[in-house]
């Protein structure tokens, strides 16, 4: 198979299964792991012909399966987008160490992990690597310690990454989602949350998934060549218009 292969994780929704789509519509061909087998198997058939690796980014032997699996399959990779995180938001001393170890183990371990395993065929193709970190990676906000910390975390593990494999052409980037209408997120913001996101964002709205792909997507594709350990903040202006939002400290 001569078309390039790329690896999302978190795929089964949200951003990452947007951007299966839209790479997949690009020429791309994609495997799609996620931990959720029941979604793998309800988001599979929104990408025809994708594969799906129903493995957990935090466990370094199935990553090792899930490497192992897309050599098999397309024998190289061309990109990795670590896509998959799990958030816990809560004030700092309501975080006991376990809340603390499951984001961190798969916000922050997850990236390296699965980078790490990727790295000898990414070095083959003189792929990409693309982190999904957060705006609350840029900007500190209350009720984030943990998951504000793995993303900000993430953001340096990138620059790490540009840095030791730019010789091998092997570029590493960052991209920072500020507020995104998941379902997820419409689930749990309130009305007064929205409203206040709304008005802080210059953009004066939330993204969308799509949005959000097509800048992983650009970053992935040769248009970006030349671009590498950088930190994109995908988020309306967000970052831009200072901290602290009163409808989130509740």
Not at 9 to 36: C, E, F, N, S, V
Not at 109 to 121: H, K, N, R, W
Not at 201 to 219: D, M, T, V
Request: negative net charge; hydrophobic residues 45%.
């Amino acid at each position: 198979m001569s078309s390039k292969v790329a690896l999302i994780t978190g795929a089964a929704r949200g951003i990452g299964l947007a951007t299966a789509k839209l790479m997949q519509a690009d020429g791309w061909q994609i495997a799609m792991l996620d931990r959720d087998t029941d979604e793998l198997a309800i988001a599979l058939p929104q990408v025809p012909g994708a594969v799906a690796l129903p493995y957990d980014v935090s466990q370094p032997d199935q990553v090792d399966q899930a490497m192992s699996d897309v050599f098999d399959q397309f024998g190289r990779l061309d990109a990795l987008v670590n896509n998959a995180g799990v958030a816990d938001f809560g004030p700092i001393e309501q975080t006991d160490f376990q809340r603390w170890r499951t984001v961190m183990e798969t916000n922050l371990d997850g990236v390296f992990l699965c980078s790490q395993a990727a790295i000898p065929m990414l070095k083959a193709s003189r792929g990409c690597l693309v982190n999904i970190a957060s705006i609350s990676g840029l900007r500190a906000s209350t009720l984030r310690v943990a998951y504000g910390t793995s993303k900000a975390a993430v953001i340096q593990l990138t620059k790490q990454q540009a840095a030791e494999l730019g010789e091998f052409g092997v570029r590493a980037n960052c991209i920072c989602p500020g507020p995104v209408r998941t379902k997820l997120a419409m689930a749990v913001h309130s009305q007064e949350i929205i409203d206040a996101y709304h008005d802080a964002i210059p953009l004066n709205r939330y993204g969308s998934e799509a949005e959000i792909g097509h800048a992983i997507a650009f970053l992935c594709s040769q248009k970006a060549s030349y671009i590498t350990g950088q930190i994109l903040a995908a988020d309306g202006g967000f970052d831009s218009t200072g901290v602290g939002l009163p409808a989130l400290r509740d």
